[in-house]
């Protein structure tokens, strides 16, 4: 099994920043693809940004220039810095991590969701 652990949300003020990072556990071969999703209150989950085991990245056109992803390969972790944050970036966020287990199986895990939430 492949567990992930997500932390780095809080409470924030306008223009403000935050870090989130995502480590994935377990049995694993290789990690594959990785990205974080949000889902604001009422609305559909949608995603934020993805990063391939190359580094190649891609995001929300309306997020980019002001949130950056970023992996270890050693440590089998994504980060998200989120910067210049605004109240409608408030939302659970959620990591999502792709690979092969060591018994080359596919796998497929979300993260707990962590919360934030800019406001002043």
């Known amino acids: 099994q492949v567990q992930l652990v997500e932390s780095g949300g809080g409470l924030v003020q306008p223009g403000g920043s935050l870090r989130l990072s995502c480590a994935a556990s377990g049995s694993i071969f290789i990690v594959t693809a990785m990205g974080w999703y949000r889902q604001a209150p009422g609305k559909q989950r949608e995603m934020v940004a993805s990063?391939?085991?190359?580094?190649?990245?891609n995001y929300a056109d309306s997020l980019k220039g002001r949130f950056t992803i970023s992996r270890d390969n050693a440590k089998n972790t994504v980060y998200l810095q989120m910067n210049s944050l605004k109240p409608e970036d408030t939302a659970v966020y959620y990591c999502n991590v792709q690979g092969l287990t060591r018994g080359l199986q596919r796998f497929d895990v979300w993260g707990q969701g962590t919360q934030v939430t800019v406001s002043s």
């Open positions: 990063i391939t085991g190359g580094g190649t990245t």
